[in-house]
């Protein structure tokens, strides 16, 4: 069965750090683009970042840009995500999702991580 | 603020057609394919649409897509009560250099 389970997520506090796991099984992850994609309170869906394959094309949405840092190890079968200086406004459920998003999307997602930025 | 406008809701009862819209721009829709989701309640989003009209395997052929120049459109046919979720178009956007999400529609079925 294709899965991807993140882990991770929980509190913390304006200005600090936290890192995303998601563990992928059931499919040749080395073969696959990656991203993250996240989803505030009641609010609607947003691309956070991606990942190439081979880690040679990395994209960043620009309310992220400089502050978080997407990775991988295709060795582990893993995809993470650095979030440093975290804002109130980070605050959401995160999901690892997997595919090209340039042009046939994400067809895999996981389940979801929630972030929570307060103080 | 998406750069990729839907209405806010639609709605119609069983059996019903129901049309939502998606309305961008030449850096995005008009020069890349759109993809469409569909997140039930408490749910992740699953891929509905890809490719501006193909249906991944298992999705139901009462799902179909389309574009045409900066517009793309989702048709649900014989209205179900479980397409009852919020559904989201999204394309790459050239200029921003970033995938969108477009701003999302509330389907009540009736």
């Known amino acids: 069965e294709v899965q991807l389970v993140e882990s991770g997520g929980g509190l913390v506090q304006p200005g600090g750090s936290l890192r995303l796991s998601c563990a992928a099984s059931?499919?040749?992850?080395?073969?696959?683009?990656m991203n993250w994609v996240r989803q505030a309170p009641g609010k609607g869906l947003e691309w956070v970042s991606y990942?190439?394959?081979?880690?040679?094309?990395?994209y960043y949405a620009d309310s992220v840009k400089g502050r978080f840092a997407i990775s991988r190890d295709n060795a582990k079968n893993s995809l993470y995500l650095q979030m440093n200086s975290l804002r109130d406004e980070d605050t959401a459920v995160y999901y690892c999702?997997?595919?090209?998003?340039?042009?046939?999307?994400?067809?895999?997602w996981g389940q979801g991580t929630t972030v929570t930025v307060a103080s | 603020q998406s750069v990729l406008t839907q209405p806010p809701s639609a709605s119609g009862t069983p059996g019903q057609r129901v049309t939502i819209s998606c309305s961008g721009s030449?850096?995005?829709?008009?020069?890349?394919?759109v993809n469409w989701y569909q997140q039930l309640p408490g749910t992740a989003p699953k891929l509905l649409i890809s490719?501006?009209?193909q249906r991944p395997s298992g999705v139901p052929d009462r799902f179909s897509g389309s574009k045409s120049g900066t517009s793309a459109s989702l048709a649900i046919s014989g209205l179900q009560s479980e397409d009852e979720a919020d559904y989201y178009c999204?394309?790459?956007?050239?200029?921003?250099?970033?995938?969108?999400f477009g701003t999302g529609t509330k389907v009540t079925v009736l």
């Open positions: 059931g499919f040749t992850f080395s073969g696959y683009n």
């Open positions: 490719t501006n009209n």
């Open positions: 999204a394309a790459w956007d050239d200029s921003l250099n970033g995938y969108v």
């Open positions: 990942i190439s394959s081979s880690s040679s094309t990395i």
């Open positions: 999702a997997r595919g090209g998003v340039r042009i046939s999307g994400v067809d895999v």
């Open positions: 030449s850096s995005n829709i008009g020069g890349n394919t």
